[in-house]
């Protein structure tokens, strides 16, 4: 039987396990194996799981209801030790490095702020300060311009467009980094400039709250600004 | 501005509402230990090389120029479709709808075949059915066929 790892923590403490609900249909029951020091929370691995919406949640709940308790190292979802003997193995083998990292998020958790402003808005503010934007955008708009002239505006705007997302989203991040211990730079999608995580200490979170709040509101109401946390440190282990 | 703040991706009795906005961590971060496997994420692999859509490329471009020749420059700064609002705790994605264009409109899709996902697993949660395996493998998406 493999075996599903959720999260590493110390060894010993006592946790809610019977409360929670593991991967699987039905839902798989939770357990520990111990290491030395360290002890993983698992359930036994489901045949042929896959990444369903109702497993990444349950994986998530999980880690979640853990990181309430104590420090945790939240597992990457689906994560498989071929058994439990193996696992405890390694929790043993790589005990040092765990437990430094343990040590060093306990007390914090991360935190995901997505960034995204009004493309329109943006757009304007491009054409408004590139002169050869504005040319290009009036050729066409008149039925003069040519295919050539179409992809150089766009290829022009494209640049500005990254080019201001870039300053927007580190404007945003040097605002955030005295607050934060670590920062994670995301791959921004859909539409948005800025997809940072940052790992915050318990006693700065109502500072990197407050932070986040003048943030937004000094951007503007073109900007909109997600907030998601506080999380299990995913980005930070 | 527009700010929401959702305390996390799986609380306020919404199931999992805000997953979406953590789903690349839960999958793409964490701590992983090299000796051991990693489930197959067929289906969630697509899903992530589609929202890495946005590339440079001619298509990105004439669609930046089309979105700015449809700009009414005349009539300036658009005024503020909404109030500065601040949202606690929202289960739906304030941010979704509110940008679409350009930038958005290659990864439209994608966010909705998810949602649609979500709406599958939660209505098969609340009452599973049991369907015949003939019957469930005829159309659906990879992601959902390992039901059962």
């Given at each position: 039987m493999s075996t599903y790892v959720y999260a590493l923590t110390g060894a010993g403490q006592p946790l809610p396990l019977e409360e929670l609900r593991g991967v699987g249909e039905p839902a798989a029951a939770l357990r520990t194996v111990r290491g030395r020091e360290?002890?993983?929370?698992?359930?036994?691995?489901?045949?042929r799981l896959r990444a369903k919406r109702r497993d990444v949640s349950a994986h998530q709940e999980v880690v979640e209801a853990?990181?309430?308790?104590?420090?945790?190292?939240?597992?990457?979802?689906?994560?498989?030790?071929?058994?439990?003997?193996?696992?405890?193995?390694?929790?043993?083998?790589?005990?040092?490095?765990?437990?430094?990292?343990?040590?060093e998020i306990a007390g914090h958790a991360e935190y995901n702020l997505k960034?995204?402003?009004?493309?329109?808005?943006?757009?304007?503010?491009?054409?408004?300060?590139?002169?050869?934007?504005?040319?290009?955008?009036?050729?066409?708009r008149t039925g003069q311009g040519t295919h050539e002239d179409r992809v150089a505006l766009g290829e022009l705007v494209s640049g500005e467009v990254a080019a201001r997302h870039r300053a927007?989203?580190?404007?945003?991040?040097?605002?955030?980094?005295?607050?934060?211990?670590?920062?994670?730079?995301?791959?921004?999608?859909?539409?948005?400039?800025?997809?940072?995580?940052?790992?915050?200490?318990?006693e700065r979170e109502?500072?990197?709250?407050?932070?986040?709040?003048?943030?937004a509101?000094?951007?503007?109401?073109?900007?909109?600004?997600?907030?998601?946390?506080?999380?299990?440190p995913y980005s930070f282990v | 501005m527009t700010l929401v703040q959702q305390s996390s991706a799986t609380s306020g009795g919404s199931g999992s509402g805000n997953l979406y906005d953590v789903l690349e961590l839960i999958l793409d971060r964490g701590l992983v230990i090299d000796a051991f496997v990693r489930v197959s994420l067929v289906g969630i692999e697509i899903l992530k090389i589609d929202a890495r859509i946005v590339v440079a490329s001619v298509d990105t471009y004439l669609r930046f120029?089309?979105?700015?020749?449809?700009?009414?420059?005349?009539?300036?700064?658009?005024?503020?479709?909404?109030?500065?609002d601040l949202v606690g705790d929202m289960t739906e994605n304030g941010a979704k709808g509110k940008s679409k264009g350009a930038l958005t409109g290659a990864v439209e899709a994608v966010t909705e075949s998810l949602q649609g996902k979500k709406d599958d697993s939660g209505q098969e949660?609340?009452?599973?059915?049991?369907?015949?395996?003939?019957?469930?493998?005829?159309?659906?998406?990879?992601a959902q066929r390992s039901e059962g």
């Open positions: 360290l002890m993983a929370v698992v359930s036994d691995a489901p045949d853990l990181m309430r308790e104590t420090a945790v190292l939240p597992m990457r979802f689906g994560l498989v030790a071929p058994d439990d003997e193996q696992l405890s193995a390694s929790l043993i083998e790589r005990e040092s490095a765990y437990q430094q990292r343990l040590e960034a995204s402003r009004d493309e329109e808005d943006l757009l304007r503010e491009i054409l408004r300060d590139s002169e050869p934007a504005r040319q290009l955008n009036e050729r066409i927007a989203a580190e404007r945003v991040e040097n605002a955030l980094s005295s607050c934060a211990a670590e920062a994670f730079l995301g791959e921004g999608a859909e539409g948005h400039f800025m997809n940072t995580s940052f790992l915050v200490p318990k109502a500072l990197f709250h407050q932070t986040v709040r003048t943030t509101d000094e951007a503007g109401e073109a900007y909109t600004f997600t907030l998601t946390g506080p999380l299990p | 120029a089309e979105a700015c020749n449809r700009l009414d420059l005349e009539s300036g700064r658009k005024a503020p479709s909404q109030l500065t949660e609340e009452a599973p059915r049991k369907r015949p395996a003939r019957k469930s493998s005829s159309s659906r998406q990879s």
